[in-house]
């Protein structure tokens, strides 16, 4: 280690298990380390050794409490050389006097290199370039001697100069730094001047020149417009001002706050920071053999205001694996190896402003055995607090992307859903997982019932029908994104209809195969208006949700000889979204003429804008000033006007 501070990690379970830290001197004549024992302490020499217990993993770190300040005279507990700290750690976990791990820590940490002091020495004055330039003899460029043919440099004494005193250095590099420039009434470099030069030269003198950098000392203004580029964080550091949404989040340890995320490849990423007001939603395969665990729970986060918030974490156990379990290799039995992991993790951060307030960790565990292959979620959410009673509430209106949210209103339950299918694997209906419909997303998905020649045609059409309304489990969608269960107005009746049911028995006889009026299709409109804005936010509402179901005519598809006796019947749900205006249109009269002669948005020629600096229009400058202009104008065309005429030249002329 090269710093005051190291982290390890001891993976087990941690009852019972004593850590203690003790110095290693090495054996002089061997050049070998003496043999550990468990009787040590947490403290040895200036070392201290802390133990954070967790679940199936510690966190063991070692410090340093001495000072790294080199020593200054006369002063002690300091270090009097460069290479302050060289020892050999070794730190032990024991149970019952057995050394169930070791770990040896070389330490070379060298005095802290900043000087706090008083500085005697006489410091450099740099001259301000706007008056005396910075360096008035550039050749010289070698201290204590002469450089050749460098006239400037004072330490060549005329005896030297006489050497190269025809060869000397010209221009600003050999301590011409004032030059006449070419804009000096006195100068003669210019090759040409032009006859103007006299009228619009410049009378200055040499202290004045544009080689010593500025003339005006005006103030500057920080323009308001925003940036197009994005200031990449090459490395976290402590936060002191606030969070601003996409900021990664800091720890206590000045590190990343890390959830694991899907990259842009697919593949999940451990150590992928947390970005502030960016929720997510990832599942990530792992099975037992490369299974990691994540960052500790006792982390503390940096609120964005220099102080720091302990995670509120709540463990539940998962008696129902079969939602994470996605495949087993083989039967449970007494040989196989099986190890309580993470299933999954819901951070709720709670914010206002740009500081974090709360932090709130659900963190769901079960037993995963060796040959399954375990589907880890991890779900981020960001939610405000009010700052008058601290009630959470979130986007009053709905943002794009995110679940539309449904209930049940009359049940004792209300949480409903609105789901669309998520086909896998051969794409049947009985394997479908759902997935919930996204708010101005449209969305088009199905899969594939298994269907025989003898089906009776009643049961099919129950059957499909019970397979389109498992995706709408709710009575009421909520107008915005914040609809609460306990007042009614905030919800939107779903409007149902029913789809056709002939009474025609077509399952027997010569119509074998052969169904009519299956409800095969889902339709799902949802019309939903722009009502406002929020801090320039649009806030979208929904207004009205319809479902209507499309018929088809099933009619089983023969193979090769007609040897199968199953057939497929797709089913679909469609999703779109309407936006209506929030008021209706004005609507437009019988008699409506349109001045499309008087538009100059739609003729080239546009009379009313001939005298358009004299119209209110024009904001270009004072209404006074360009009156003024105008006149002015208006008097030059007129005497130009009459100075052309020919009888003008006849009245001058006498």
């Known amino acids: ?75 002690t507990d ?33 005095a802290n290199s900043s000087f706090t002091g008083n500085v005697s020495e006489n410091a450099t004055i740099i001259p301000n370039q706007a008056f005396q330039p910075l360096g008035s003899c550039p050749c010289n460029l070698t201290a204590g001697a002469c450089d050749v043919r460098c006239c400037c440099d004072l330490e060549c004494t005329p005896d030297l100069k006489q050497l190269f005193n025809g060869s000397c250095y010209t221009g600003v590099f ?7 420039f070419d804009q000096l009434c006195s100068s003669q470099s210019m090759e040409y001047t032009p006859e103007w030069f006299p009228f619009l030269c410049v009378q200055s003198s040499l202290d004045n020149t544009p080689f010593l950098g500025y003339f005006y ?18 490395s976290p550091g402590k936060l002191f ?67 720091f918030i302990q995670q509120n974490v709540i463990y539940r156990t998962i008696v129902d694996r079969s939602r994470f379990i996605t495949e087993s290799g083989s039967l449970h039995t007494a040989e196989v190896l099986c190890q309580n992991v993470t299933f999954a993790e819901h951070y ?6 740009e500081n974090i307030e709360h932090v709130n960790v659900t963190v769901f565990l079960g037993s995963l055995c060796d040959g399954e292959i375990l589907t880890q979620r991890f779900t981020v959410e960001f939610l405000s607090v009010k700052g008058t009673n601290g009630e959470l509430f979130e986007n009053p209106g709905y943002e794009v992307g995110k679940p539309v949210r449904a209930a049940n209103i009359n049940a004792s339950d209300p949480l409903g859903s609105l789901n669309i299918w998520q086909p896998a694997g051969r794409g049947l209906c009985a394997s479908a997982a759902h997935t919930p419909v996204l708010f101005g997303v449209d969305s088009y998905s199905g899969c594939i019932l298994e269907v025989g020649i003898n089906e009776d045609c009643s049961l099919l059409r129950g059957n499909v029908t019970e397979k389109l309304n498992s995706l709408i489990q709710a009575t009421h969608i909520g107008k915005r994104g914040n609809s609460s269960y306990s007042d009614p107005n905030d919800w939107v009746e779903i409007i149902r209809i ?38 320039g936010i649009p806030q979208e509402h929904i207004l009205a949700v319809q ?33 209506v205006p929030a008021q209706p249109p004005i609507p437009v009269t019988r008699y409506h003429r349109i001045y499309e002669e008087f538009d100059c948005d739609r003729n080239e020629l546009c009379w009313q804008q001939l005298l358009y600096p004299l119209t209110q229009f024009y904001t270009g400058e004072p209404y006074s000033q360009s009156l003024a202009k105008g006149l002015l104008l208006a008097f030059l065309v007129s005497l130009a006007a009459i100075v052309s005429n020919p009888w003008f030249s006849k009245l001058w002329n006498r």
Not at 174 to 180: K, R
């Open 498 to 535: 029913d789809p056709f049911n002939s009474d025609t028995n077509v399952s027997t006889g010569s119509l074998k195969g052969i169904c009519p009026d299956i409800p095969a299709n889902l339709n799902i409109h949802i019309i939903f208006a722009k009502v406002g804005a929020v801090e």
């Open 78 to 110: 300091c270090c009097p050389f460069p290479l302050c700290v060289v020892e050999t750690l070794q730190v032990l976990a024991c149970h019952d006097s057995v050394i169930l791990a070791q770990l040896l820590i070389q330490a070379e940490i060298f």
């Open 1 to 75: 280690m090269s710093g005051p501070r190291v982290n390890s990690f001891f993976l087990g379970n941690p009852s019972g298990v004593n850590f203690s830290i003790i110095l290693s001197p090495r054996d002089e004549g061997t050049g070998k380390l003496q043999p550990a024992n468990c009787s040590g302490s947490k403290r040895a020499g200036d070392w201290n050794l802390d133990v954070t217990p967790g679940m199936n993993t510690s966190k063991v770190t070692v410090s340093l409490t001495r000072s790294l300040e080199l020593c200054l005279p006369n002063a």
């Open 348 to 353: 709720t951060f709670i914010w206002k402003e």
């Open 174 to 180: 050999g301590g011409d730094v004032n030059p006449p």
């Open 547 to 579: 479902i209507s179901y499309s018929t088809v005519t099933w009619q089983f598809q023969c193979g090769l000889g007609c040897r199968n006796s199953l057939s497929f019947l797709p089913i679909t749900a469609s999703v779109q979204f309407i936006k």
């Open 217 to 234: 000392h005006g103030s500057t203004s920080t323009p308001k417009a925003p940036s197009f580029t994005i200031p990449l964080q090459t």
């Open 241 to 307: 001002t606030g969070y601003r949404q996409g900021d990664p989040i800091i720890t206590e340890e000045n590190e990343y706050f890390t959830v694991p995320q899907r990259s842009l490849a697919g593949q999940c990423v451990g150590n992928a920071p947390v970005a502030y007001l960016q929720d997510f939603d990832v599942k990530c395969l792992t099975n037992l053999a490369s299974y990691k665990e994540g960052l500790p729970h006792d982390v503390r986060i940096n609120s964005g205001t220099a102080d």
